[in-house]
């Protein structure tokens, strides 16, 4: 018998907090709006501390149902049940716990905003739906909350409506996802077709019971879900939507384009493994999107000016290492590196939201530096955190990255054993780029000489200073996290008890092929060598970032004039907005007139319309006299398709 | 069969009928300064009692009436409520919409009613005399309805081009009818069915579908025969919209349902294909032309010929599945359609003041809860789950993958995505645009009447997509007690799931 | 005897010609009528089959068509008037306020 964990509340309470500070917030003082906000985010993190102290006697997996059946169609059915299992209770723990942490500090830093109400109520709303997304125990509602998150997101990025690239990274974010879903969508549909349920259980099982089961659909499913994931991870192809999304406001980047929303892919890929597990194809598709993306970011990273873009990247570029460890069925490493990333990169951004907010708004590397005496709290917290990204014993980002790393090195499930080698390096290098583009932003904020306008600074009344203490514990926490948050998994080689992957081995120890690392006292030796070269080469990144950016602050623009072209590339991220923009974008809207019959429409969509002139004019003119809104040519229209029905009708009966 | 007095299963149609009939007389009877807001209220109420009747005859014995024209099952049932149901909160919002502008409103109210009287009659006619009776009562209604604002230049051409075209496409109907009474001998669906199985005159019978698919197609503005659209839903009242481009459609779809699967079942290897192209079509078409589109009426007038796109998707999975998917689809599509419309009438009033996207920028701020309505039609529109539109989509692609019409999946998934660009367009023109006080119109506070509309179909939308099971299950009783008709061969062929055909 | 072919051909092509002036007619009322040539079309074929099979049913259909083509037409006019009325024109080549 199985207690009830009122698993139905978790969800709800968020929800609650939405909906009381939808429809009241706009009347009620802010001290109120704060407390429902917090009380609720709190009470869910509260349960989920109650449910993982009971946890341990519990039988797994723990599956609670609501409504069975949700909805009935001839042939399959779905329930509204939620599933309870390590890896949600891990996925539980960081959502809640980095969420009231992060509602902690819109407090102090959303104070002086417009909308303070509309903040919270979102922010309520993403923890509704990333909750529903974790607990989902079909795949039909993990799509529920896959698109809720999404939407929430793109309430959050537009928040500032009065910028327009604010809602335009809205809507950039929304529309990338569509494309996304569309996949995950179409997996759906196919596991419907195939296997008559959507139920995580009796797929698995399913697939569980038919060894012989291999590739075929498998892999197309597999696939499907891959582009999901893309889109709601930010890999390639689907990135170019995570840097625009930094126009919301920093609590949000924090929470949902570092910490949760984004690892929804990962959570999803580590989620359905068995589906992985049988196709060598799609890990091996994961591994390279992953380790293309991983250091493609990197690079970008390393050039940009906006800090928050720089740690945008960033985030790109770690997911990629989290999907580099899913190809290689190193699930648990995965969801590892998910979760100390989720503890550095939030602070990273909350940090940057800092010295931001210390600086009046201001975003621009170039224009800050010197502040590490005058914001001490952020800078030493910031400092754990950029420790804990370039992988510095023993900051938690050293044992995630070794242990990705180190699968990696000893993948046995890519079809080729160079491929594992070749990838471990392009992980390597990336590690090395990290190194570099952390420290430069470190030293490009903290030291050297104050590049930023006092005047400006002074806008508050006070100058550049430190954050309330509503923003500084979260910091702190948040900071001790990176520090010691890495332990629970400290590896067998180094003398620790790896109980993190043990922990979720109910999860992924079911699988033959999520075993690929087997412990033996030379592989030991072999982590250790290799966790050493990962510490080496961030170490090498780190003196560069040193020579050029510290002690050397005028070498690096010189080799941007030297090398421009590079640095052109790099500035314009390649240019792959552009090229989507000419190769989709613009397209579409060219046949979206040639439906309309009509010419050009400028200023109706940001100037495409401009580019579209000389092709289309000429097509359409010819057009609009037949077209022009005239009841004979419509009539003609409907004769027309009348006389297409009708051959091809009698065409059909002829043949047929 | 039945000791069921006829007369019962046309008591909806009944009722709505002396409504119409008594909202008529007495509309001359009062002075012309009187408000005609007690007829309205007294339409409602017939509407009321019609719903409430059509929800009784679920409890009858599914069966014919009035020689084999009329049958009334669950099916019908379901669409008479759908029907009743779009008319009451038509009604609903549009009590205080010619309020001040126009005369002699109550024959507004009573064309509503007769032109739902059509629509009902079409769902239960098992004969195509009936059906055409039917078509013929509620499409001369909404001719008029599309001219109602006498005084704009605009709605009498919405009319007269909606009436042109619109008994055009009905002659190509009726000669469809003809065919098929010269190739089986009678003109009811189940004898033709008899008469289509038996395997005579297969060419004639060709042409026959042919050309009824055709009059269907300009009803429910599939593509090709959806030219007329756009223009007519930018010229007419908006509550008429709502109203027309919801109800007219459900009717016909039924009526196709009924031609389509039950009369012509064994020639499905005719009409599949030619629905397959049309759905494709209409999707494609449809989600284009609303991409570019300024004019909110119209760019809505090109999602509706979408979401018809979408609902022939699932006629084309021909399964009981298939069905049901149609009939809840059906369902989740009025509720939403209706509500934006109801929205644009009472933002933009009977001047329609707001034509343009641009014209609706900013204004979560001065109408919160008009906006957030909208807002929740236009997520559930795009297929945003926990609304209806998410799961009407699901449903019906999720019937349609379980017919092997992959390809037709993958084009509609590809088709929803690309729509969510223009309605995430009107969304952030209401709530990411800075609203311009300058172009500041007082509208009138909403009247309760309209509030209570609003409700419903804000309820409706969440209902059917939180806890859609209720409508499912009467949309599958409707397919089930109708489905196992002549083409149950050709439908178990077809479930089978088979991935890559 | 007439064999019935004879009559459908006629019924087509009467349904032709009025598919024909609906679509080169540029007078209101002229592209209405061409609508009632359509009709007629239909009941010509009705009462052809009807004749063929023996069916009485055939030429009670007619009979509604007529009716109905009465009350549209009635509703088709006053629309006319109405429309006469804003635009003073009956053109229809000139009613194209609203274009797609």
């Given at each position: 018998?199985?207690?009830?964990m009122?698993l ?10 939405f ?27 509260a ?8 946890f341990?006697s519990l039988?797994?997996?723990?599956v609670?149902s ?5 909805i ?7 329930d ?5 299992d ?11 716990g980095v ?9 102090g ?14 922010l ?5 739906f990333?909750?529903t997304l974790?607990?989902?125990?079909n ?5 529920v ?14 928040f500032y409506?009065?910028?327009?690239s604010?809602?335009d ?8 996802n569509?494309i996304?879903?569309?996949g ?8 419907v ?9 009796s797929i ?6 038919h ?5 075929g ?11 999901g994931?893309t889109?709601?991870?930010a890999?390639?192809p689907?990135?170019?939507?995570l ?7 920093t ?8 910490a ?12 359905t ?12 598709v ?5 380790a293309?993306?991983?250091i ?9 000016t906006?800090i928050?873009?720089?740690l945008?990247?960033?985030?790109v ?5 989290m999907f580099?460890?899913c190809?290689?069925?190193?699930y648990?490493?995965a ?16 940090a940057?939201g800092?010295v931001?907010h ?11 530096g ?8 952020t800078?030493?917290?910031?400092t ?5 990204i370039?992988g ?9 990255k070794d242990?990705i ?7 046995s499930?890519?079809h080729?054993?160079?491929l ?10 990336t ?5 570099f ?14 590049r ?20 500084l ?9 990176s ?14 008890h ?13 699988s033959?092929a999520a ?8 592989s030991?030796?072999m ?15 780190w003196?560069?970032?040193d ?10 623009e ?11 590339l ?17 397209p579409l ?13 400028a200023?109706?969509v ?5 580019a579209?002139a000389?092709?289309?004019s000429?097509f ?20 027309m ?9 009698f065409?059909l009966?002829?043949c047929? | ?16 009928t ?7 007389v007495?509309?001359p ?9 007690p007829l309205?209220?007294f ?5 009321l009692?019609a719903?409430a ?5 679920l409890?009858l ?42 005369t002699?409103v109550?024959?507004f109210y009573?064309?509503?009613?007769f ?18 009776l ?21 709605s009498?051409e ?6 042109l ?16 009474f010269?190739?089986?001998g ?9 008469g289509?199985?038996s ?9 026959a ?11 429910v503005s599939?593509a090709p ?8 839903y ?9 109203f027309?481009?919801?109800a ?11 031609i389509t699967?039950t ?7 005719i ?14 078409i ?8 300024r ?5 809505l007038?090109?999602s ?13 999975a ?11 689809y ?13 929205i644009?009438s009472?933002l ?12 609706y ?8 809860l ?33 017919s ?7 084009i509609?998934?590809l088709?929803?995505g690309?729509?969510a660009?223009?309605?995430l ?20 506070p909403?009247?309760p009447?309209?509030v ?24 599958q009783?409707?397919?089930a007690?109708y ?8 439908a178990e062929?077809?479930t089978q799931p088979?991935?890559?055909? | ?18 598919v ?7 007078n209101?009322?002229?592209?209405f ?23 009485v ?7 509604f ?6 009350a ?17 024109t ?9 274009k797609?």
């Amino acid at each position: 018998m199985t207690t009830n964990m009122h698993l139905w509340l978790l969800p709800l309470l968020p929800l609650a907090g939405f909906l009381w500070n939808g429809t009241l917030g706009r009347r009620l003082p802010k001290t109120l709006v704060t407390s429902v906000a917090l009380l609720f985010s709190g009470a869910a993190f509260a349960q989920v501390l109650w449910i993982a102290a009971q946890f341990r006697s519990l039988a797994l997996p723990h599956v609670e149902s609501f409504a069975t059946p949700w909805i009935a169609i001839h042939g399959f059915q779905v329930d509204f049940s939620f599933l309870l299992d390590p890896l949600t209770l891990i996925m539980l723990l960081v959502v809640t716990g980095v969420g009231f942490l992060i509602h902690l500090y819109s407090v102090g830093y959303m104070a002086h905003e417009e909308g303070y109400w509309r903040f919270f109520a979102y922010l309520n709303l993403f923890l509704f739906f990333m909750l529903t997304l974790v607990l989902a125990e079909n795949f039909l509602l993990l799509f529920v909350g896959w698109e809720g998150v999404g939407l929430a997101s793109y309430l959050l990025i537009g928040f500032y409506y009065n910028k327009d690239s604010a809602a335009d990274a809205g809507k950039k974010a929304f529309i990338v996802n569509r494309i996304g879903d569309f996949g995950f969508l179409l997996a759906i549909f196919l596991l419907v077709a195939h296997f008559g349920t959507l139920s995580f259980t009796s797929i698995f099982g399913a697939i569980a019971a038919h060894p012989a089961m291999q590739g075929g659909v498998l892999t197309t499913i597999a696939l499907l879900l891959v582009l999901g994931a893309t889109g709601k991870s930010a890999q390639i192809p689907l990135y170019i939507w995570l840097p625009d999304a930094m126009e919301g406001p920093t609590p949000v980047s924090a929470l949902i384009h570092a910490a949760t929303m984004v690892t929804a892919g990962i959570y999803m890929v580590a989620r359905t493994h068995v589906l992985f597990d049988r196709s060598p194809l799609a890990l091996g598709v994961v591994a390279i999107i992953g380790a293309a993306t991983a250091i493609f970011a990197a690079t970008i990273g390393i050039v940009q000016t906006d800090i928050k873009r720089v740690l945008a990247y960033s985030t790109v570029s770690q997911l990629g290492y989290m999907f580099l460890a899913c190809g290689v069925a190193a699930y648990s490493s995965a969801i590892f590196h998910l979760v100390t990333h989720a503890f550095f990169k939030a602070l990273l951004f909350l940090a940057a939201g800092s010295v931001i907010h210390a600086l009046g708004g201001e975003q621009d590397l170039r224009a800050m530096g010197g502040l590490r005496k005058k914001i001490p709290v952020t800078f030493w917290t910031m400092t754990a955190a950029v420790f804990a990204i370039c992988g510095f014993f023993p900051f938690a980002g050293f044992f995630s990255k070794d242990a990705i790393l180190f699968a990696v090195f000893n993948a046995s499930v890519l079809h080729s054993l160079y491929l594992g080698k070749l990838l471990w390096g392009i992980g390597l290098v990336t590690a090395g780029l990290t190194s570099f583009y952390m420290f430069r932003l470190w030293y490009l904020t903290f030291f050297g000489s104050a590049r930023y306008n006092e005047e400006h600074a002074e806008h508050g009344g006070h100058g550049v200073h430190e954050s309330s203490w509503t923003m500084l514990l979260p910091l702190i926490v948040l900071g001790v996290l990176s520090l010691v948050g890495g332990w629970m998994g400290w590896p067998e080689a180094l003398g620790g008890h790896d109980s993190f992957a043990h922990f979720l081995d109910p999860v992924f120890g079911a699988s033959a092929a999520a075993a690929p690392v087997v412990m033996s006292s030379a592989s030991a030796g072999m982590e250790r060598m290799l966790a050493g070269l990962s510490m080496l080469i961030a170490l090498l990144g780190w003196l560069l970032a040193d020579i050029l950016y510290h002690r050397n602050p005028k070498l690096p623009e010189r080799m941007a004039q030297k090398c421009s072209a590079l640095h052109a590339l790099l500035l314009h991220k390649y240019w792959i907005d552009e090229l989507y923009g000419a190769i989709i974008v613009r397209p579409l809207l060219a046949i979206s007139r040639v439906v309309l019959w009509r010419g050009v429409d400028a200023g109706i969509v940001d100037g495409s319309g401009v580019a579209l002139a000389s092709g289309a004019s000429g097509f359409s003119s010819i057009v609009r006299r037949m077209q022009s809104g005239n009841i004979r040519s419509y009539a003609g229209w409907l004769a027309m398709g009348a006389a297409l029905v009708l051959i091809f009708v009698f065409y059909l009966a002829h043949c047929i | 069969m039945t000791a069921v007095s006829p007369a019962l299963r046309i008591l909806p149609e009944i009722l709505l009928t002396l409504t119409g009939v008594l909202v008529m007389v007495t509309e001359p009877l009062l002075s012309a300064k009187t408000s005609r807001k007690p007829l309205g209220i007294f339409a409602l109420l017939g509407t009321l009692a019609a719903i409430a009747a059509s929800a009784w005859q679920l409890h009858l014995p599914a069966g014919t009436a009035f020689f084999n024209t009329i049958q009334t099952d669950a099916f019908s049932v379901f669409f008479h409520l759908l029907i009743g149901g779009i008319l009451l909160v038509t009604l609903l919002v549009s009590l205080n919409y010619f309020e001040g502008h126009s005369t002699y409103v109550g024959e507004f109210y009573a064309l509503l009613l007769f032109s739902a009287v059509g629509m009902m009659l079409m769902t239960s006619a098992i004969e195509l005399l009936m059906v055409f009776l039917g078509l013929e009562i509620s499409s001369i209604s909404t001719y008029i309805l599309a001219g109602y604002r006498k005084r704009s230049a605009v709605s009498a051409e919405a009319s007269i081009k909606y009436f042109l075209l619109g008994s055009f496409a009905t002659a190509f109907f009726l000669y469809g009818v003809a065919l098929c009474f010269g190739a089986t001998g009678s003109t009811n669906i189940h004898s033709i069915a008899t008469g289509v199985a038996s395997g005579s005159s297969p060419l004639l019978l060709a042409l026959a579908l042919g050309m009824m698919l055709i009059g269907l197609g300009f009803k429910v503005s599939a593509a090709p025969f959806h030219v007329w659209t756009p223009d007519v839903y930018e010229g007419a009242p908006a509550p008429v919209v709502g109203f027309m481009s919801t109800a007219p459609k459900a009717a016909a779809f039924a009526v196709l349902l009924r031609i389509t699967y039950t009369g012509f079942g064994t020639m499905s290897h005719i009409w599949i294909p030619l629905l397959w192209i049309m759905a494709v079509a209409s999707m494609t078409i449809g989600n284009l032309g609303a991409l570019t589109q300024r004019n909110v009426k119209r760019m809505l007038a090109y999602s509706s010929i979408a979401h018809a796109g979408y609902l022939l998707v699932a006629f084309t999975a021909f399964s009981a599945d298939g069905l049901a998917a149609a009939c809840f689809y059906t369902a989740a599509y009025a509720a939403m359609n209706v509500g934006a419309f109801a929205i644009i009438s009472y933002l933009s009033g009977y001047d329609e003041r707001r034509v343009h996207l641009q014209d609706y920028a900013g204004l979560a701020k001065r109408h919160p809860l008009a906006s957030a309505a909208m807002a929740i039609f236009l997520l559930s529109l795009i297929g945003i789950p926990f609304t209806a539109g998410f799961f009407g989509k699901f449903y019906v692609f999720t019937t349609a993958m379980h017919s092997g019409l992959w390809i037709l999946v993958t084009i509609g998934l590809l088709n929803s995505g690309l729509a969510a660009f223009y309605y995430l367009r009107f969304l952030s023109q209401l709530y990411m645009q800075p609203y311009d006080a300058a172009q500041d119109i007082s509208e009138a506070p909403a009247q309760p009447a309209f509030v209570l509309g609003i409700a419903i179909l804000v309820a409706a939308v969440l209902v059917l997509g939180i806890i859609p099971n209720r409508v499912l299950r009467l949309a599958q009783a409707g397919a089930a007690t109708y489905f196992p008709c002549s083409g149950t061969n050709a439908a178990e062929v077809h479930t089978q799931p088979n991935l890559l055909r | 005897m007439i064999p019935i072919s004879w009559y459908l051909v006629l019924s087509a092509a009467l349904f032709s010609i009025g598919v024909g002036a609906f679509l080169i007619k540029r007078n209101i009322i002229s592209i209405f009528m061409s609508i009632e040539l359509m009709l007629n079309a239909v009941n010509l074929a009705f009462v052809a089959f009807a004749h063929h099979w023996h069916q009485v049913s055939g030429q009670i259909f007619v009979f509604f068509v007529m009716v109905v083509a009465a009350a549209e037409a009635a509703v088709g006019l006053a629309i006319i008037i109405a429309v006469f009325r804003s635009r003073e024109t009956l053109n229809v080549d000139q009613i194209n306020l609203m274009k797609l």
